[in-house]
């Protein structure tokens, strides 16, 4: 029993281990049980298990704290059970991991229906903590709040959210201690961004290059840069993909919603961090301007690209992003991208995929990935990919790799070729995680936001750090 339920079954006069024993309520993992009329004060009581391994720390051979990730799943289910019996107040119980506590309750409410009837939207719950709002409580709901909100932009339609509309929703964020620069279409010219250009020639939209920067850690400290592939919408270009499931590529922008999440939650944490953003946005579109299968680009470090696959997009934006990022002298740099369907085939939607040339950091991620439940596996770099990306007839480069197979691993190997050997530097293949159905039972349905709680204990990690 934890301490909250021990105070509660005191006010119930002992009441309550009787009251489980006689509905027959074990300690089973996440089947909520609810109790009405047992005081005023609470008159609806959801009875949750936190299963056998509630004080259980890692488990090696999962990656995974599994008494935080057992919370994490008993909190979202028992708040959405009152939910859907129309509670609107639920004081949630901090357990023994009252952070994990927290992000299960805040991530277990979350659901895109604004643009629904009023009617078919879920109806608004406030979440409190029993026994008050801790400091751990805060953090918790403050590090989902950043998730959701990457949840909320990738589920939105690409209407909705084009490249200026994406760029121009950051900046009223006030209470963000964040610095907001966009960059328009002239500026991407002037700075050479060549294989960004042509993935937005296709498209009526023009493409905007975003930029945050969020200074809690003082002017000293040389800062992590985080790029995030904000393609809002992939229709494939002149290599169309087929029309099944293309409206998920909406979501094509995990990388950039990702990488506002993280900076959102650092700064409402007032995290001793210095990070800045970097988000090339863009459609890729099939237009009658659009880059033709064969086209050769040049990307900002002067490497000619062969574009023999207009699909493999994701890649070619994120070049330049990589090359200009470098500019802030940053300690690391970390790209997320939802950017092969291979990481999907290799990973499942386990865990993100991740290439990296340094284990330190590599070490650090993992650790993060464990913590919060959101996990992370390395992936290789190794010079056989990079080879394959290398076989060009016209270019330097070309998009696509030679060989078949191993499709996560030659875009990686791509990415690598903008990027200085001495910095440390992860790409994150989020295409895998983009969606949720089932598979983590505290995230409901839809667009999953995944790994921004990682991507911000990494962040905060790896500032701790003195400068490099
Ligand atoms: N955005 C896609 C990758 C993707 C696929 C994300 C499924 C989420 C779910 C990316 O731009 C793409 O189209 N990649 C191609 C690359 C190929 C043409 C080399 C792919 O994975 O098929
Ligand atoms: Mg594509
Ligand atoms: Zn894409």
Not at 49 to 74: F, I, K
Not at 103 to 126: F, I, T
């Amino acid at each position: 029993m934890t301490t909250e339920t021990k105070k509660f079954n005191e006010r119930l006069g002992g009441h309550l281990t009787e009251l489980l024993e006689c509905a027959g309520i074990s300690g089973k993992l996440a089947t909520p049980r609810l109790l009405y009329g047992l005081t005023a004060e609470f008159p609806c009581v959801a009875v949750v298990g936190l299963g056998e391994s509630a004080e259980q720390t890692v488990d090696d051979a999962e990656n995974v704290h599994q008494g935080r990730e057992n919370v994490r799943h008993a909190v979202a289910s028992g708040v959405t059970a009152l939910r859907d019996v129309q509670c609107s107040h639920v004081t949630v119980e901090p357990t023994e991991h009252a952070e994990a506590s927290a992000e299960g309750a805040h991530l277990a409410l979350w659901s895109y229906d604004e643009l629904k009837a009023e009617a078919d939207r879920q109806r608004p719950v406030q979440l409190s903590c029993a026994g008050g709002d801790s400091e751990l409580w805060r953090r918790g709901a403050l590090k989902a709040s950043g998730q959701n909100l990457a949840r909320t932009l990738m589920e939105a339609p690409a209407n909705y959210l084009t490249p200026t509309l994406f760029s121009l929703s950051r900046r009223p964020c006030l209470r963000c201690r964040w610095e907001v620069v966009v960059r328009d279409e002239a500026w991407i010219r002037q700075r050479g961004m060549g294989a960004f250009l042509s993935v937005s020639r296709g498209s009526a939209e023009p493409p905007r290059f975003l930029e945050l920067s969020y200074s809690g850690a003082g002017a000293g400290a040389a800062p992590l840069a985080v790029v995030g592939k904000g393609v809002t919408f992939d229709s494939g270009g002149i290599s169309l993909k087929p029309a099944k499931n293309m409206d998920t590529m909406r979501a094509d922008m995990g990388g950039a919603a990702c990488t506002v999440g993280v900076l959102y939650a650092a700064a409402q944490l007032g995290l001793a961090a210095n990070l800045r953003a970097f988000i090339p946005l863009c459609e890729n579109m099939p237009g009658s301007r659009a880059t033709k299968p064969g086209d050769v680009v040049t990307a900002m470090n002067g490497k000619t690209v062969q574009v023999d696959n207009t699909d493999a997009e994701g890649r070619l934006i994120l070049a330049d992003a990589l090359c200009y990022a470098q500019e802030c002298r940053p300690r690391a740099m970390l790209n997320m991208a939802t950017l092969t369907g291979a990481i999907s085939v290799a990973l499942g939607s386990a865990a993100v995929g991740v290439f990296t040339n340094s284990t330190a950091a590599w070490h650090q991620l993992r650790a993060a990935g464990t913590n919060t439940g959101d996990r992370v596996w390395r992936m290789p770099l190794w010079k056989h990919y990079t080879k394959s990306m290398k076989e060009c007839r016209l270019a330097d480069l070309n998009n696509i790799g030679s060989a078949t197979g191993g499709g996560a691993c030659t875009a990686a190997a791509f990415l690598q070729e903008f990027v200085a050997e001495d910095l440390p530097w992860l790409h994150v293949d989020i295409a895998g995680t983009m969606e949720n159905t089932t598979d983590v039972p505290y995230l409901s349905k839809g667009m999953s936001g995944r790994p921004t709680r990682t991507v911000l204990e990494f962040a905060e990690a790896i500032c701790q750090q003195g400068s490099r």
